[in-house]
């Protein structure tokens, strides 16, 4: 999983791990208000690539779902 912020091309997270069926894990403040690009990838697998925008509040979050055969970005409220 990576994190690239548009306006600099900083990578704010670049991070593998290993997922297990039905498991995930969760980012804190990645992108901090900042336009982003994320770029998620499963070793042969899927990929996909989303730009988004975060607010400021911490009411609302990306979630990025991997299935057998894609991946899925949609915004969270939380």
């Known amino acids: 999983m990576q994190a690239t ?3 600099d091309s900083e990578r704010l997270l670049d991070d593998t791990f290993v997922l297990d069926a039905q498991a995930s894990t969760e980012y ?3 992108s901090s208000g900042s336009s982003v690009k994320v770029h998620a990838s ?3 697998g899927p990929e996909a690539t989303h730009e988004w925008s975060d ?3 911490d009411a609302t979050g990306l979630l990025v779902s991997i299935m057998t055969d894609s991946v899925e970005f949609a915004e ?3």
Do not use: F, H, K
Request: negative net charge.
């Open 5 to 7: 912020r548009l306006s």
């Open 28 to 30: 804190e403040e990645v």
């Open 42 to 44: 499963v070793e042969d």
């Open 55 to 57: 607010g400021e509040s």
């Open 76 to 78: 969270a409220v939380r």
